[in-house]
């Protein structure tokens, strides 16, 4: 069995068969009569998976930027910013004084970060005005 770690509308993790079949490519290809692919402006395509032959497919999905088999080796440069900022004050006004150290460095596997939550709007007071 493999593990695979798929990216797009969600990130998650699937487990296939290492016998099976996996295709990427866009859900509804164009053609000259019928033009059904919409560009949203990122690229994104639909991952199959076949189990043995391709009439036979398990599982299909759609709003994936792309994958990877988790035994693959992985790492990321990343860069690091620390520092501060000073203000001082005199007669003469403020002044602002940064102090901040970069630094760039190789990260092997990097945590996922999920999605950050849609927010709600929150209903509008009687007496508020916008």
């Given amino acids: 069995m493999r593990e695979l770690l798929v990216f797009g509308e969600k990130t998650f993790k699937i ?3 290492d016998d099976a079949k996996i295709t990427f490519g866009p859900f509804s290809p164009p053609t000259n ?10 690229a994104e395509g639909t991952l199959r998976i076949y189990q043995g032959s391709k009439e036979n497919v398990v599982a299909v999905f759609a709003g994936v ?3 990877r088999d988790l035994s693959l080796q992985y790492a ?3 860069a690091k910013e620390e520092g501060a900022t000073i203000w001082k004050s005199d007669q003469h006004g403020y002044m602002r004084e ?3 150290q970069r630094t760039n460095e190789w990260v092997d596997d990097p945590p ?3 999605a ?3 927010r709600r709007r929150r209903k509008a007071k009687e007496d508020e005005v916008f």
């Fill in 15 to 17: 487990t296939v068969p």
């Fill in 33 to 42: 009569d019928r033009n059904n692919w919409v560009s949203t402006g990122r």
């Fill in 65 to 67: 930027r792309g994958f």
């Fill in 76 to 78: 990321e440069e990343v």
């Fill in 98 to 100: 940064d102090k901040i």
């Fill in 112 to 114: 996922l970060l999920e």
């Fill in 116 to 118: 950050p939550k849609p």
